[in-house]
């Protein structure tokens, strides 16, 4: 292979580069030329890891606007790197052999914390099983400073069988370039693109349509405007992984729906405020009318957004086939933001098997819906209204036998949901309360958790203790704070066999 060209000094306004020596140092150019006060021409670099001298500006001058107040600074052309090619990475990955510096870094400390040098047994044989190149199928080139492909010819001619490319962390940002690896890859199946600032997608690149898993990080993905209004040419892509890249708009998620064979799409650490289903409406092209958006979406990963409405999670319901679901860290499951428990999500979500990780069994989804409709109940008085709020009410009604359930004055069956006795089993866990067994009680649906705590006190003998109580809720990892104690058990929707932990205020 030819000799690596020597470094060039000409930068443009949006290049990727990374220090010189430094190839996790990462960060795009934002001017080029002179410097008021400093000789010759300096190159201005927004460092993606914001660890930089200023905002763009230096003496009152601006010469570019950083993303930050310190992601700046004015670098020299020779201490920045431009990057290299996809080919000369492979062959500096894995056919360079290693330096003596290399193998003298391999040690472990003795007990006494000294550096004992070890050697790793059948390293050659490794070394030259990695270095035919043409045999290898997963490939790992991140942090490597790659950016072009290199003569597109070769790429085939030298790794042929790659399944599994990994390019996190590298100078792309072009499309046409990934498209360009991809089709000199024609076994490549799964590629990873994370941490590459790549430009935004320009409707259809065929070139990628074996493509089955794309992981996409931390890139800044966005659509073209302008372009097709639905993503095309992953004809095969069955996850995409768009995590942490600031997508504040259902509307661009809306662009995917098309993707046939999309089965996974994680959307975790994004900006999303809200979720809704495409309308076909007739407004795709014909071709694809007959295709439901997001026909084949089974998985749906939104934690650690900003989805706040219960309208959202209502429309969770409209994609066909979707059974897993992840709301973690949303303003809408945490209960200090106005959340809603654990129970009402799964209530409201009729085909949700797998909920923020965890299963929903028959059992939890049998409780789940009866506590909601209790807790519908006994809102209506008050607020008959609120019906508009809950449309799976009169369906889970039927489906579990209570529609005469309701509580009406004067009611004196025993067994409604206004007047039933409900079997609460109390568990103390307070460091100071020492070991106490639990307690099983037979309680009215309308105990408050005010009265309850005071019923504790008594239970337990905890005379001059100030209690709090948390509701244990199958699968959930953490217990849901009861902190209102004018609610009743039939408020919160606290049904039979539930458990309930009581715990002490910490001073």
């Excluded at 660890?51 to 310190?70: L, M, P, Q, T, W």
């Excluded at 492979?90 to 003596?100: A, C, P, Q, V």
């Amino acid at each position: 292979m030819q000799e690596s060209p020597e470094p060039r000094h000409e930068f443009w306004v949006g290049q990727r580069v990374h220090a010189s020596g430094d190839s996790q140092r990462i960060g795009t150019v934002k001017y080029v030329g002179p410097v008021e006060g400093y000789s010759d021409t300096w190159v201005g670099v927004d460092w993606d890891n914001g660890e930089g001298k200023h905002d763009g500006s230096i003496n009152g001058v601006r010469y570019f606007h950083a993303k930050s107040e310190r992601s700046g600074s004015f670098v020299r052309a020779h201490n920045l790197n431009q990057g290299i090619s996809l080919l000369e990475s492979l062959e500096s990955r894995y056919k360079s052999e290693s330096t003596k510096d290399e193998d003298d870094d391999m040690f472990v400390l003795s007990t006494s914390n000294q550096r004992v040098s070890v050697q790793l047994l059948g390293k050659d044989k490794i070394h030259d099983k990695l270095s035919r190149l043409e045999e290898l199928t997963s490939v790992s080139l991140s942090y490597m400073g790659i950016s072009s492909p290199g003569i597109a010819s070769h790429i085939n001619n030298t790794v042929p069988n790659i399944k599994e490319l990994d390019l996190t962390g590298n100078l792309l940002s072009e499309w046409k370039d990934v498209g360009t690896i991809c089709e000199q890859l024609p076994a490549l199946r799964t590629i990873n693109l994370s941490n590459n600032l790549m430009s935004p997608y320009k409707s259809k690149l065929l070139l990628l349509k074996n493509i089955q898993v794309v992981v996409l990080n931390n890139t800044g993905f966005s659509v073209q405007p302008g372009s097709s209004s639905m993503v095309q040419g992953f004809d095969y892509l069955r996850l995409l992984n768009l995590e942490d890249n600031c997508i504040d708009e259902w509307k661009e998620i809306k662009k995917l729906s098309q993707l046939r064979c999309l089965e996974k799409l994680y959307l975790n650490k994004n900006c999303l405020k809200s979720v809704f289903y495409p309308d076909n409406g007739g407004h795709y092209e014909s071709e694809v009318t007959c295709y439901k958006p997001f026909q084949n979406l089974r998985h749906l990963l939104l934690a650690n957004n900003n989805i706040s409405d219960l309208a959202s999670i209502d429309s969770l319901n409209l994609f066909p086939n979707l059974v897993d679901i992840r709301l973690s860290d949303n303003p809408i499951t945490d209960s200090g933001r106005g959340g809603v428990p654990r129970f009402v999500l799964i209530a409201r979500l009729a085909k949700i098997q797998i909920l923020n990780g965890s299963e929903v069994t028959p059992r939890e989804r049998k409780d789940s819906e009866i506590r909601y409709v209790r807790l519908v109940v006994s809102r209506l008085h008050a607020s008959p209204e609120e019906i508009k709020q809950h449309p799976r009410f009169y369906e889970l009604e039927k489906i579990h036998g209570i529609e005469d359930e309701r509580p009406s004055i004067g009611a004196t069956v025993p067994q409604t949901i206004s007047s039933g006795l409900l079997s609460i089993t109390l568990n103390c866990i307070g460091a100071s309360m020492g070991e106490k067994p639990s307690l099983t009680k037979k309680l009215p649906a309308t105990t408050t958790v005010g009265k309850l705590k005071f019923l504790c006190e008594s239970f337990f003998k905890l005379k001059s203790m100030k209690l709090k109580l948390y509701l244990r809720e199958e699968g959930s990892p953490f217990p849901m704070l009861l902190d209102n104690d004018t609610s009743s058990l039939m408020d919160l929707g606290i049904g039979n066999d539930s458990i309930i932990l009581v715990d002490e205020e910490s001073s």
